[in-house]
Protein backbone atom coordinates (compact mmCIF):
# COMPACT_ATOMS: atom_id res chain seq x y z
CA UNK A 1 0.00 0.00 0.00
CA UNK A 2 1.33 3.03 -0.78
CA UNK A 3 1.81 5.78 1.90
CA UNK A 4 -0.75 8.61 2.36
CA UNK A 5 0.10 12.08 2.86
CA UNK A 6 -1.77 14.97 3.51
CA UNK A 7 -1.80 18.85 4.58
CA UNK A 8 -3.36 19.59 7.84
CA UNK A 9 -4.02 22.88 10.07
CA UNK A 10 -2.72 22.62 13.44
CA UNK A 11 -3.68 25.26 15.86
CA UNK A 12 -3.65 26.71 19.24
CA UNK A 13 -2.78 29.93 20.32
CA UNK A 14 -2.10 30.13 16.58
CA UNK A 15 -1.91 27.96 13.61
CA UNK A 16 0.06 26.42 11.30
CA UNK A 17 -0.11 24.27 7.81
CA UNK A 18 1.98 20.75 8.02
CA UNK A 19 2.60 17.78 5.90
CA UNK A 20 1.22 14.69 7.51
CA UNK A 21 1.99 11.19 6.95
CA UNK A 22 -1.17 9.27 7.76
CA UNK A 23 -0.15 6.20 10.00
CA UNK A 24 -3.39 3.84 10.81
CA UNK A 25 -1.19 1.47 12.73
CA UNK A 26 -0.15 4.72 15.37
CA UNK A 27 -2.80 5.11 17.73
CA UNK A 28 -1.68 8.47 18.58
CA UNK A 29 -0.81 11.56 16.53
CA UNK A 30 3.14 13.01 16.69
CA UNK A 31 4.11 16.58 15.88
CA UNK A 32 7.89 17.95 16.91
CA UNK A 33 8.40 19.95 19.69
CA UNK A 34 8.86 22.96 17.41
CA UNK A 35 5.46 22.96 15.55
CA UNK A 36 3.80 22.85 19.11
CA UNK A 37 5.81 25.75 20.18
CA UNK A 38 4.98 27.67 16.77
CA UNK A 39 1.26 27.00 17.12
CA UNK A 40 1.88 27.71 21.16
CA UNK A 41 0.26 24.58 21.95
CA UNK A 42 -0.62 23.59 25.77
CA UNK A 43 1.59 20.96 27.25
CA UNK A 44 0.35 17.87 29.49
CA UNK A 45 2.47 17.95 32.74
CA UNK A 46 4.03 14.62 32.79
CA UNK A 47 5.56 12.58 30.16
CA UNK A 48 4.06 9.18 28.63
CA UNK A 49 6.04 6.04 27.94
CA UNK A 50 4.98 4.68 24.40
CA UNK A 51 6.14 2.06 22.23
CA UNK A 52 7.37 3.63 18.43
CA UNK A 53 6.78 1.38 15.19
CA UNK A 54 10.32 0.03 15.60
CA UNK A 55 9.91 -1.32 18.91
CA UNK A 56 11.52 1.33 21.16
CA UNK A 57 10.06 2.86 24.34
CA UNK A 58 10.45 6.04 24.99
CA UNK A 59 8.94 8.97 27.46
CA UNK A 60 7.67 11.43 25.36
CA UNK A 61 5.53 14.85 26.49
CA UNK A 62 2.29 15.51 24.71
CA UNK A 63 0.26 18.69 23.94
CA UNK A 64 -3.28 19.36 22.75
CA UNK A 65 -4.03 20.88 19.26
CA UNK A 66 -6.55 21.65 17.05
CA UNK A 67 -5.97 19.58 13.76
CA UNK A 68 -8.10 20.52 10.57
CA UNK A 69 -8.11 18.13 7.37
CA UNK A 70 -10.26 17.35 4.62
CA UNK A 71 -12.47 20.04 5.61
CA UNK A 72 -12.82 18.26 9.50
CA UNK A 73 -11.58 19.65 12.63
CA UNK A 74 -11.26 18.82 16.02
CA UNK A 75 -9.30 18.33 19.21
CA UNK A 76 -6.67 16.32 19.30
CA UNK A 77 -3.78 15.29 21.93
CA UNK A 78 -0.55 14.57 19.75
CA UNK A 79 2.73 13.45 21.17
CA UNK A 80 6.11 15.71 20.76
CA UNK A 81 9.06 13.75 19.29
CA UNK A 82 11.94 15.92 18.24
CA UNK A 83 12.60 15.62 14.55
CA UNK A 84 9.95 13.38 13.87
CA UNK A 85 8.20 13.20 10.44
CA UNK A 86 4.45 15.01 11.70
CA UNK A 87 1.70 12.01 11.67
CA UNK A 88 -1.30 11.83 11.83
CA UNK A 89 -2.69 8.59 13.97
CA UNK A 90 -6.21 6.44 14.58
CA UNK A 91 -6.99 8.67 17.34
CA UNK A 92 -7.14 11.88 15.25
CA UNK A 93 -8.83 9.96 12.47
CA UNK A 94 -11.65 8.87 14.61
CA UNK A 95 -12.15 11.99 16.17
CA UNK A 96 -12.78 13.55 12.84
CA UNK A 97 -14.45 10.73 11.13
CA UNK A 98 -11.97 10.05 8.43
CA UNK A 99 -10.42 6.73 7.16
CA UNK A 100 -7.85 5.95 4.46
CA UNK A 101 -8.89 5.34 1.06
CA UNK A 102 -5.50 3.57 0.08
CA UNK A 103 -6.57 3.34 -3.56
CA UNK A 104 -7.08 7.21 -4.33
CA UNK A 105 -3.75 8.26 -1.43
CA UNK A 106 -7.31 10.43 0.43
CA UNK A 107 -8.67 10.32 3.40
CA UNK A 108 -12.46 10.32 3.04
CA UNK A 109 -15.59 10.91 5.66
CA UNK A 110 -16.62 7.23 7.71
CA UNK A 111 -19.73 9.62 9.19
CA UNK A 112 -21.57 12.79 9.06
CA UNK A 113 -19.56 15.02 10.53
CA UNK A 114 -21.03 16.12 13.81
CA UNK A 115 -20.09 16.09 17.61
CA UNK A 116 -21.59 14.12 20.24
CA UNK A 117 -23.08 15.85 23.22
CA UNK A 118 -22.95 13.23 26.39
CA UNK A 119 -25.50 14.60 28.95
CA UNK A 120 -26.76 17.19 26.52
CA UNK A 121 -30.66 17.22 26.50
CA UNK A 122 -32.75 18.15 23.77
CA UNK A 123 -35.22 21.05 24.53
CA UNK A 124 -38.54 19.30 23.75
CA UNK A 125 -37.70 16.59 26.18
CA UNK A 126 -37.49 19.46 29.22
CA UNK A 127 -35.97 18.35 32.37
Do not use: Q, W
Amino acid sequence: MAHVFVKARVSARRSATAEFLVDTGATYSIISPALARRVGAPTLPRKFVVRLADGTRRRLGACSVGVTVAGRSGPTTALLLAGAEPLLGVETLEVLGLKVNPDKGRLEPTRAHAALLVGARPRHLGR
